[in-house]
C-alpha cells in the first residue's frame, strides 16, 4: 500500500525565505511523486512531478523537489518566498504498474509574512 | 484547451435529498476521477472511471456512486444526504490509467448539507 506523510500543517515562512514543504511516502514499488497547490476556493494545480530520470525535478513559480530514495523523501524547496505563493501544498504518490490511483498528503498551509 | 469543468459550483441541498454533480473531462482525456475533500479528512478518493467503466473505488457508501458515459462526462451521484457529506468535491481527468500520467484538476462542487 501506498500513502504520503505531510510534515507540518502549517508553515510559515517570510517573504524572501527559503520555502521548504516536507514529505515522505511509503511505497513498495518505485513511486510516481507529485506536488499540487491549491489556491482559496479552487481546485488543485499540478507543480511538479516526478516519475523516472532526474531526481531533481523543477516545476512552475520557481518551486523545485528532490527525489530522495534512501530517505523516501520529496521535500518541495523555493528559494525565495513570495506573498503569492501562500496556499495549501499537497504531496502526492502513485506507484508504477496497475491501474492509476494517487494518494494525497493531507495538506501544508503555507502562509507567507510580509 | 479547456480545463475540466465541473458543475454545479455552488449548491445547498436538505438531509435526505439526492445530488448530481457533473464533471466535463479535457478533450482527449479517457480517465476522470473524483475526490472529495474536507477540512477534518483532507483529499479522499472516491472512484475512478475509464472507457465507462469504474476502476478503483475509495471507503465510501454505497449512498455514493458515479458513473461515465461514452463522451468520458462523468456524473457521481450521492443519495440520502447527510450533514457530513458537505464538502468540496473535485474532479479530475488524466489521458488514461497509465501512472505517473498527470492529474488535472476542477475548480470543484461545493455542496453544503443543512
Known amino acids: 500500500a501506498q500513502s504520503v506523510t505531510q510534515l507540518g500543517s502549517h508553515v510559515s515562512v517570510s517573504e524572501g525565505a527559503l520555502v521548504l514543504l516536507r514529505c515522505n511516502y511509503s511505497s513498495s514499488v518505485p513511486p510516481y511523486l507529485f506536488w499540487y497547490v491549491q489556491y482559496p476556493n479552487q481546485g488543485l494545480q499540478l507543480l511538479l512531478k516526478y516519475t523516472t530520470g532526474a531526481t531533481l525535478v523543477k516545476g512552475i513559480n520557481g518551486f523545485e523537489a528532490e527525489f530522495k530514495k534512501s530517505e523516501t523523501s520529496f521535500h518541495l524547496t523555493k528559494p525565495s518566498a513570495h506573498m503569492s505563493d501562500a496556499a495549501e501544498y499537497f504531496c502526492?504518490?502513485?506507484?508504477?504498474?496497475?491501474?492509476?490511483?494517487?494518494?494525497f498528503g493531507t495538506g501544508t498551509k503555507l502562509q507567507v509574512i510580509p | 484547451k479547456a480545463g475540466v469543468t465541473q458543475t454545479p459550483r455552488y449548491l445547498i441541498k436538505t438531509r435526505g435529498q439526492q445530488v448530481t454533480l457533473s464533471c466535463s473531462p479535457i478533450?482527449?482525456?479517457?480517465?476522470v476521477s473524483w475526490y472529495q475533500q474536507t477540512p477534518g479528512q483532507g483529499l479522499q478518493f472516491l472512484f475512478e472511471y475509464f472507457s465507462e467503466t469504474q476502476r478503483n473505488k475509495g471507503n465510501f457508501p454505497g449512498r455514493f456512486s458515479g458513473r461515465q458515459f461514452s463522451n468520458s462526462r462523468s456524473e457521481m451521484n450521492v443519495s440520502t444526504l447527510e450533514l457530513g457529506d458537505s464538502a468540496l468535491y473535485l474532479c479530475a481527468s488524466s489521458l488514461d490509467t497509465t501512472s505517473g500520467n498527470t492529474i488535472y484538476f476542477g475548480e470543484g462542487s461545493w455542496l453544503t448539507v443543512v
Open positions: 502526492a504518490v502513485s506507484y508504477s504498474g496497475g491501474y492509476q490511483k494517487v494518494t
Open positions: 478533450s482527449g482525456h479517457r480517465s
